[in-house]
């Protein structure tokens, strides 16, 4: 080991000089200094007098610089690299990144070609981001959960301790007061464990409906739940969706089930307004329906909080389906079922007809992921990450004139295109790209109503996700 001065000639990493920054903050405004920084910075990157691979001051040498607390500047760059000006390199410093895509200011860029053979960025939505998941966490729950007496006998219901965390986790995270524990007389709401979304609508399909019962689902909607449905040997008839969510009056008043995804429609990512929420479950008593909520990305919501679940609303006609699969990962297999109790009865006499009931293991990581706070963690996390991605696609997009349709929440939005056909082409054209998109045409029952790209943002890199903005900005504009 070299102890004493090293010699002249060694090898030392070239590190990038702080250019020069003439910020000027007036004190006098009622504009916040973080943000009076922020914008100062911005324009610097935007006008050329910072480039990209520019080294900035560390906040803690821009504070007494500016002769401001530490908290101003740390606030600045946290804004700035949210929006994609800055990045950190990890024992390096914090650089400045190419303009944002979209950017009012940006200078004039060209499209990225990917190089033949370079890996697909996955932007499909249904897919979690997996790369916020602790893994020291992760690995501590896995450990954790299997620091337990193996099991006798299934339990029909799910696992105690994984029922009660998911009735914490409805109250906490979405307002639904529910028991976790199962009243062996059927009396009162209960949290049923389930293998997931669609494992849970083969169930009630096979428990609940008969044979040629009439199904009303979104239309586009989630295919997997039709084709459980059909499956089962139920008539399924696709039900249009306005602004405001399923188009009550198309729903055949013979219906037994109305299957529907409230808090982030899929895939078109609209909330149901408060009124149609509650014509819907005013209308499913009068006629007889039994309602299927579908609460997918019902977690992440960022801009208000959530609306009433259907469930809080009208638990005696609803049955609240949850999953892990979208908040954690697939991996777990692992999903919920609130429901009325006859519905629980029904469900719970299927499977100890069957012989069927959930796996255990993902219920009892879930459960040490709750009990440690990981879980509580990870979604405070993720819903930081995926409203930040959002902002950025929402930004770079609309500066580019490219129309964006969704609300503030979820993991995907809406690229709408005129046509089936020119949708068809954007994919093609993207796979040449090595864009892997999805398309709303494949969301529906039948002739297209609705046409344009369904983006998700979870799946890929943030890193991926900003250098592809510029190939999707080229080909949704020019194909």
């Not at 059909?230 to 008043?253: E, I, S, T």
């Not at 309602?291 to 006609?317: C, F, H, I, K, N």
């Not at 609240?320 to 006499?349: D, Q």
């Given at each position: 080991?070299?102890?004493?001065?090293?010699?002249?000639?060694?090898?030392?990493?070239?590190?990038s000089?702080s250019?020069?920054?003439?910020?000027?903050?007036?004190?006098?405004?009622?504009?916040?200094?973080?943000?009076?920084?922020?914008?100062?910075?911005?324009?610097?990157?935007?006008?050329?007098?910072?480039?990209s691979?520019d080294?900035?001051?560390?906040?803690?040498?821009?504070?007494?610089?500016?002769?401001?607390?530490?908290?101003?500047?740390?606030?600045?760059?946290?804004?700035?690299?949210?929006?994609?000006?800055?990045?950190?390199?990890?024992?390096?410093?914090?650089?400045?990144?190419?303009?944002?895509?979209g950017?009012?200011?940006?200078?004039?860029?060209?499209?990225?070609?990917?190089?033949?053979?370079?890996?697909?960025?996955?932007?499909?939505?249904?897919?979690?981001?997996?790369?916020?998941?602790?893994?020291?966490?992760w690995?501590r729950?896995?450990?954790?959960?299997?620091?337990v007496?193996?099991?006798?006998?299934?339990e029909?219901?799910?696992?105690?301790?994984?029922?009660?965390?998911?009735?914490?986790?409805?109250?906490?995270?979405?307002?639904?007061?529910v028991?976790?524990?199962?009243?062996e007389?059927?009396?009162?709401?209960?949290?049923?464990?389930?293998?997931?979304?669609?494992a849970a609508?083969?169930?009630?399909?096979?428990?609940?409906?008969?044979?040629?019962?009439?199904?009303?689902?979104?239309?586009?909607?989630?295919?997997?739940?039709?084709?459980?449905?059909?499956?089962?040997?139920?008539?399924?008839?696709?039900?249009?969706?306005?602004?405001?969510?399923?188009?009550?009056?198309?729903?055949p008043?013979?219906?037994?089930?109305?299957?529907?995804?409230?808090?982030?429609?899929?895939?078109?990512?609209?909330?149901?307004?408060?009124?149609?929420?509650?014509?819907?479950?005013?209308?499913?008593?009068?006629q007889?329906?039994?309602?299927?909520?579908?609460?997918?990305?019902?977690?992440?919501?960022?801009?208000?909080?959530?609306?009433?679940?259907?469930?809080?609303?009208?638990?005696?006609?609803?049955?609240?389906?949850?999953?892990?699969?979208?908040?954690?990962t697939?991996?777990?297999?692992?999903?919920?079922?609130v429901?009325?109790?006859?519905?629980?009865?029904?469900?719970?006499?299927?499977?100890?007809?069957?012989?069927t009931?959930?796996?255990?293991?993902?219920?009892l990581?879930?459960?040490?992921?709750?009990?440690?706070?990981d879980?509580?963690?990870?979604?405070?996390?993720?819903?930081?990450?995926?409203?930040?991605?959002?902002?950025?696609?929402?930004?770079?997009?609309?500066?580019?004139?490219?129309?964006?349709?969704?609300?503030?929440?979820?993991?995907?939005?809406?690229?709408?295109?005129p046509?089936?056909?020119t949708?068809r082409?954007?994919?093609?054209?993207?796979?040449?790209?090595?864009?892997?998109?999805?398309?709303?045409?494949?969301?529906?029952?039948?002739?297209?109503?609705?046409?344009?790209?369904?983006?998700?943002?979870?799946?890929?890199?943030r890193?991926?996700l900003?250098e592809?903005?510029?190939?999707?900005?080229?080909?949704?504009t020019?194909?």
């Amino acid at each position: 080991m070299l102890t004493g001065p090293q010699p002249r000639h060694s090898r030392r990493p070239l590190v990038s000089e702080s250019p020069a920054l003439p910020v000027r903050l007036n004190r006098g405004s009622t504009t916040p200094l973080a943000v009076q920084l922020a914008e100062e910075l911005r324009t610097f990157a935007a006008d050329g007098r910072l480039r990209s691979g520019d080294r900035l001051p560390s906040t803690r040498a821009l504070a007494t610089q500016l002769a401001v607390s530490r908290t101003v500047t740390a606030a600045a760059y946290e804004q700035l690299h949210a929006e994609g000006w800055i990045a950190g390199r990890h024992g390096s410093g914090t650089y400045v990144t190419t303009a944002p895509p979209g950017s009012p200011r940006a200078r004039p860029r060209r499209a990225r070609v990917a190089a033949p053979g370079a890996p697909s960025v996955d932007l499909r939505p249904g897919s979690p981001w997996i790369g916020g998941l602790d893994r020291s966490a992760w690995r501590r729950a896995w450990r954790g959960s299997a620091d337990v007496t193996p099991l006798q006998r299934h339990e029909r219901a799910g696992v105690p301790a994984y029922r009660a965390a998911v009735a914490e986790h409805l109250l906490r995270h979405r307002g639904l007061r529910v028991s976790g524990e199962y009243d062996e007389a059927g009396e009162g709401e209960s949290v049923l464990a389930t293998g997931g979304t669609t494992a849970a609508v083969a169930e009630l399909a096979a428990s609940v409906l008969h044979r040629g019962d009439l199904v009303a689902i979104e239309d586009p909607g989630y295919q997997r739940a039709v084709a459980t449905f059909r499956a089962a040997g139920m008539r399924v008839v696709p039900v249009p969706v306005d602004a405001d969510g399923l188009l009550l009056d198309a729903v055949p008043a013979s219906a037994k089930v109305v299957y529907c995804s409230p808090a982030h429609q899929y895939p078109l990512g609209r909330r149901m307004s408060a009124g149609r929420r509650v014509e819907l479950v005013e209308r499913a008593r009068r006629q007889g329906w039994l309602v299927v909520e579908d609460d997918y990305d019902g977690e992440l919501r960022y801009d208000v909080a959530p609306l009433p679940l259907l469930a809080a609303l009208a638990p005696d006609v609803v049955v609240h389906l949850g999953t892990t699969s979208k908040i954690l990962t697939p991996t777990l297999g692992a999903g919920w079922m609130v429901a009325p109790p006859p519905v629980v009865t029904a469900v719970l006499e299927h499977r100890d007809n069957t012989g069927t009931t959930p796996a255990a293991a993902g219920q009892l990581v879930l459960v040490e992921l709750a009990r440690n706070g990981d879980l509580g963690r990870h979604l405070r996390k993720l819903r930081r990450e995926l409203s930040e991605r959002r902002a950025l696609l929402v930004t770079a997009l609309t500066a580019d004139n490219v129309p964006v349709l969704g609300d503030d929440a979820g993991a995907h939005l809406v690229i709408p295109l005129p046509d089936t056909p020119t949708e068809r082409a954007v994919i093609d054209a993207a796979r040449t790209h090595h864009l892997v998109l999805d398309g709303l045409a494949r969301h529906h029952q039948g002739k297209p109503t609705w046409s344009g790209i369904a983006l998700g943002y979870a799946a890929c890199s943030r890193t991926q996700l900003t250098e592809a903005i510029p190939t999707l900005v080229d080909l949704v504009t020019t194909t």
